[in-house]
């Protein structure tokens, strides 16, 4: 981490639902003492709470390491999960692997990579199976 | 009084004292300073003080203070004599501070007994807010779910915190104040002088009282003094029970009423997904999940900052689940058909904010980037050597906001956590 950098790390815990959105919010809160408008906060938010549902839903939880910059939010999702087998498919709209009892939940609408990156200025993913998924995105401030 | 600090970086000196303290009675806890929404408040000199450009007048404050050294704002029972003429405005909760109450005409006539002129029900204005509610509903113009605006510490905090939610507001003039513009408008058309109308809302709690002060989406105030349900309860009570002719003067009807008590605003949509949270911090975790791109299947949310709505106000006299039994009790004497704009010959646009509410930059650092982000990586250093315990000793709600105060020069540079000696290495971390 360099002097113009603020890190940041929060451990997301597996299968609960009511910790997800925490490191949102703290990042969030971050955000608006730095001054960042609150479009990019938004998407900041969206994709965040995205991700850490995402690691909640599918991979026993993770770690999300935010370094926020001057002009940018780097945000890297790491997680020891399952992975996923066809990255390019779980990018479609609408295309879920969440159990039903999940779906019930009313989560896992197949919508949550697609958001990532409708929402991040720069998205990748990189996925082995077995291994686990990390999911790189970045936002630029307006 | 209560004695004014400064904290974070954007002031605004025009704040109005929406709490004071009485400072014989304050024991320097920190329960107030722990729970309040905004971190508005710190304990300085063995005394809590107030952040005022932070404060959204919630009024939990003055709810948690064991020793009733927290004060709401409010004007004096004496600034009765102010004007000639005098309209009461009183809202649907106040219905709910009576034992055995029957009929809301008592308190109505009560009112008159007690030296006002004229009575309107902040109920009946609100069943107009209904009215246009709905059509803004189907109009589809604001982006969906829409906000209520009618608890103005919500619409502070958004107006604090969550500035990309302000286009979601409902747009609408508050209850009492479409009562207020009804009212002085009434008047005038019956000849009174405009300089002799004096509109007086009885007001539940200190978020109101400082709305109307300020005026909230309207160009300027339409209310002129706001007393308290408590001082107005004392001199109501006597004079209710001398009553010897009741007139019937209440127009409300059960939709009105029940404008009192969380989900009454929202069920008057008639819109089937919706959501009623009551409870500022319940407030907050809703508000956080709009910010996150959640609940959007739903079409409108109500947010009272008070438990159970505004009979939970802490200017109430009576318990709020009390008040919101005798509510649901006294709607079922009210006729069910709410009155409408067209009864009265008004269209929505009436009954529309004047205009927007102002944001406000009360969380930023620094108003250079530059600048604040140099301040967030020497809070963050700071931090480092706090034991993270929030305890609260040194006078800042948590170890975040002791560090943010040393950094933004409230507390002298190097000033030490009270606690650190009770860690090792200077930190528990």
Request: net charge negative; proline share 4%; hydrophobic share 40%.
């Amino acid at each position: 981490m360099s002097a113009d950098c603020l890190r940041q790390e929060y451990v997301v815990s597996g299968n609960n639902f009511a910790s997800a959105g925490s490191a949102s919010e703290e990042v969030k809160s971050t955000l608006k003492k730095l001054g960042v408008s609150s479009a990019d906060i938004r998407r900041v938010a969206i994709a965040m709470y995205e991700g850490e549902i995402n690691m909640v839903i599918h991979a026993g939880g993770g770690v999300a390491t935010v370094d926020i910059y001057l002009d940018r939010i780097e945000i890297v999702l790491a997680d020891k999960g399952k992975g996923i087998e066809n990255v390019e498919l779980a990018m479609t709209p609408g295309w879920s692997t969440a159990p039903e009892d999940i779906r019930a939940l009313g989560f896992g609408a197949g919508m949550g990579l697609p958001n990532m990156k409708k929402y991040t200025d720069k998205f990748e993913i990189e996925s082995e199976v077995g291994v686990g998924t990390t999911v790189k995105m970045t936002i630029y401030f307006h | 009084m209560a004695k004014k600090i400064k904290i974070g970086c954007v002031l605004d000196e025009k704040a109005l004292h929406t709490v004071t303290l009485d400072p014989e009675k304050c024991k320097g806890c920190v329960t107030c300073m722990k729970r309040c929404p905004t971190e508005a408040i710190r304990v300085r000199n063995g005394k809590a003080s107030v952040a005022y450009e932070r404060c959204i007048g919630c009024g939990e404050c003055v709810r948690l203070c064991r020793h009733h050294a927290k004060l709401p704002s409010h004007d004096p029972w004496d600034t009765i004599n102010d004007f000639k003429y005098k309209i009461a405005l009183p809202p649907p909760s106040l219905y709910g501070q009576f034992n055995n109450l029957e009929d809301i005409n008592v308190v109505l006539n009560g009112l008159l007994q007690i030296g006002f002129d004229e009575v309107f029900e902040v109920g009946e204005a609100a069943e107009y807010i209904t009215d246009a509610t709905r059509e803004i509903m189907k109009e589809g113009l604001i982006k969906r779910p829409i906000i209520s605006t009618a608890c103005p510490a919500v619409v502070e905090l958004i107006m604090m915190k969550y500035h990309d939610l302000a286009e979601q507001l409902l747009f609408t003039l508050a209850p009492v104040d479409a009562a207020a513009k009804l009212a002085r408008e009434r008047a005038v058309a019956k000849g009174i002088p405009e300089k002799d109308i004096g509109v007086y809302f009885i007001s539940p709690c200190p978020a109101k009282v400082f709305a109307l002060k300020m005026g909230l989406g309207v160009n300027k105030p339409y209310v002129d003094r706001v007393l308290s349900v408590s001082d107005v309860y004392m001199r109501l009570v006597p004079a209710m029970d001398k009553l010897t002719e009741i007139k019937p003067l209440a127009k409300m009807s059960s939709t009105g009423l029940n404008w009192g008590i969380s989900r009454g605003e929202a069920n008057s949509t008639e819109e089937l997904k919706t959501i009623a949270a009551d409870g500022i911090e319940q407030c907050v975790k809703i508000l956080e999940a709009l910010e996150d791109g959640g609940l959007q299947d739903i079409r409108f949310i109500e947010l009272n900052a008070c438990i159970s709505g505004c009979v939970g106000g802490v200017m109430n006299v009576e318990n709020a689940f009390v008040a919101r039994s005798r509510l649901h009790y006294l709607t079922s004497k009210l006729r069910g058909e709410p009155n409408t704009m067209a009864d009265i010959g008004k269209d929505k646009e009436y009954f529309l904010w004047e205009q927007n509410p102002t944001k406000k930059d009360v969380f930023k650092l620094d108003s250079n980037r530059l600048l604040a982000m140099n301040k967030l990586i020497e809070i963050e250093n700071i931090m480092g050597t706090l034991p993270l315990a929030d305890c609260g000793l040194c006078g800042a709600p948590s170890c975040r906001a002791f560090a943010e105060d040393v950094v933004n020069g409230v507390l002298p540079k190097g000033t030490k956590c009270p606690r650190l000696g009770e860690y090792e290495n200077g930190g528990a971390k």
